[in-house]
């Protein structure tokens, strides 16, 4: 077929490039473990289809010509061409590129994603590993963008590990969704062959078959929620960047060397861009998410390029924003260092006010009078107008003694924040196993795949002739 210039252009030939340098692998794997099943099954030529794709596999795919529309008829005409019709007809039995497109999908984008969690342990270890280093390093806090309460950097770094930690159980929830295998759901109804929809789920690495077919098919929100969950991801770091380049602009943080940059102008500067360039990359993932809800938006509950071919570019921009945004923050946070003399640089009596209203309730005095008169006493909290003792309200009112009397669970205690960073670190233990669980199984599944093409119990030669099992 001629295909139309501009239909070739923007779809055809864009998404077969996208397919060839990013899927041309699961769409392998998805070939082969069908035909694998197939074979297992009794159909005939299944097993010789399976060991052709394995040859296959191993050269390259040829550019877009427009004589095949898409990755799979072009992986099918080479199969006929090489092999024979009746060998590249033989894995077609009962598929549908409706499932076989949505597996190799699902799988990318598992992939990715996990890779990126990977990304993301690592910024949560460098995390706390400077909440360490800085342990007990007084800064004052603010709140509505004014001078609020003291606490210490590891207590503010564990706040954001706090968030980080919930962004990155989204994103694990988004990867549960995703690892979801839709073989054998057929166009929508089912195979009608009886393939064992759970063995091929386990010959790809994911966790379980999606077990309706019509759902297999149609739903979108395996993309729309891995979007939601970068979004929250992009939210949250830009809060963590925009802290960090406030304390940049007063000297506090110091970028290091080589993630700063000079002016063409204005020798005397050292710009901290890289922080403006993480924060640029965290802004893609917040905006991403309309995309991919507009792509499920007022769609019929069925197979549909909108869900399907149509998410995974926007999705694999997305990914690689969130890439970046994460290895630029970590590397941030490793060149770089706080200045403890200038993270104070707010510290004022009126920042303590709070302990002298404490102090004076302590002392039977009621908390509505203990909060007028400590207003009358500023700015500096004069102990001649509150009735106090002045060597008493300044001991009162140290941050030791700040720090001291806040042990609560969380708290800016130094017992407090020791308990939160064990805590802390044990859950990111935990999280580092389950992640290497996951990778172990995708990776010995593509292990079994190739192990299943040596000649399985009951397959020792290629089968010319039988009846399908349940046919």
């Known amino acids: 077929m001629r295909w139309h210039a501009v239909y070739r252009?923007?779809?055809?030939?864009?998404?077969?490039?996208?397919?060839r340098q990013e899927l041309v692998p699961h769409f392998f794997d998805a070939l082969t473990a069908y035909a694998l099943e197939l074979a297992r099954l009794g159909v005939p030529r299944a097993w010789e289809a399976a060991k052709a794709l394995q040859e296959l596999r191993t050269l390259p795919l040829?550019?877009?010509?427009?004589?095949?529309?898409?990755?799979?008829?072009?992986?099918?005409?080479?199969?006929s061409e090489h092999w024979g019709e009746e060998v590249a007809g033989a894995v077609r039995r009962g598929l549908s590129r409706n499932d076989l497109d949505l597996t190799a999908f699902r799988a990318y984008l598992r992939d990715r994603t996990l890779a990126l969690l990977g990304d993301f342990w690592r910024?949560?270890?460098?995390?706390?590993?400077?909440?360490?280093?800085?342990?007990?390093?007084?800064?004052?806090?603010?709140?509505?963008?004014?001078?609020?309460?003291?606490?210490?950097?590891?207590?503010?770094?564990?706040?954001?590990?706090?968030l980080l930690s919930r962004d990155y159980a989204r994103l694990s929830h988004a990867l549960e969704t995703l690892d979801r295998c839709p073989l054998g759901a057929s166009a929508l109804a089912g195979s009608p062959y009886p393939v064992d929809r759970w063995r091929l789920a386990a010959l790809l690495g994911f966790a379980a078959p999606l077990e309706n077919t019509l759902d297999a098919v149609a739903s979108g929100d395996y993309a729309l929620e891995l979007a939601s969950a970068l979004a929250g991801l992009g939210a949250s770091l830009s809060r963590l960047l925009t802290d960090f380049l406030f304390w940049a602009e007063r000297g506090a943080f110091v970028v290091g060397e080589r993630l700063a940059q000079g002016s063409s102008f204005m020798p005397?500067?050292?710009?901290?861009?890289?922080?403006?360039?993480?924060?640029?990359?965290?802004?893609?993932?917040?905006?991403?998410?309309?995309?991919?809800?507009?792509?499920?938006?007022?769609?019929?509950?069925?197979d549909l390029n909108d869900h399907s071919t149509g998410v995974l570019e926007p999705l694999t921009a997305l990914l690689e924003s969130a890439e970046a945004a994460l290895e630029l923050t970590r590397v941030a946070l490793e060149e770089s260092r706080f200045e403890p003399a200038l993270l104070l640089e707010e510290l004022s009596p009126e920042v303590l006010a709070s302990e002298a209203v404490d102090l004076l309730v302590r002392k039977g005095v009621p908390l509505a009078e203990a909060y007028r008169r400590v207003q009358g006493a500023l700015p500096g909290?004069?102990?001649?107008?509150?009735?106090?003792?002045?060597?008493?309200?300044?001991?009162?009112?140290?941050?030791?003694?700040?720090?001291?009397?806040?042990?609560?669970?969380?708290?800016?205690?130094?017992?407090?924040?020791?308990?939160?960073?064990?805590?802390?670190?044990?859950?990111?233990?935990?999280?580092?196993?389950?992640?290497a669980a996951l990778r172990a199984r995708v990776r010995l599944a593509r292990r079994r795949l190739l192990q299943d093409l040596q000649a399985p119990e009951g397959l020792e030669a290629p089968q010319e002739e039988g009846q399908v099992e349940g046919e």
Do not use: C
Not at 9 to 19: D, E, K, N, T, W
Not at 131 to 157: C, I, K, N
């Open 381 to 435: 909290v004069r102990p001649e107008l509150l009735g106090v003792g002045r060597e008493e309200l300044i001991a009162w009112m140290s941050l030791e003694g700040f720090f001291a009397r806040r042990e609560v669970l969380g708290g800016v205690g130094p017992k407090a924040r020791e308990e939160a960073l064990r805590r802390a670190k044990a859950a990111l233990r935990q999280n580092r196993k389950v992640l």
């Open 62 to 79: 040829p550019s877009f010509s427009g004589e095949a529309e898409d990755v799979f008829f072009s992986i099918q005409a080479q199969l």
């Open 123 to 162: 910024l949560r270890r460098t995390l706390l590993r400077v909440a360490q280093e800085y342990a007990g390093v007084p800064l004052v806090l603010r709140t509505h963008h004014r001078p609020a309460q003291p606490s210490t950097l590891d207590h503010y770094l564990l706040g954001v590990e706090g």
């Open 268 to 302: 005397q500067k050292r710009n901290p861009v890289v922080l403006e360039h993480a924060r640029i990359y965290a802004g893609h993932l917040v905006g991403g998410v309309g995309t991919l809800a507009l792509l499920n938006h007022n769609t019929p509950f069925t």
């Open 9 to 19: 252009r923007f779809v055809l030939g864009r998404h077969y490039r996208f397919a």
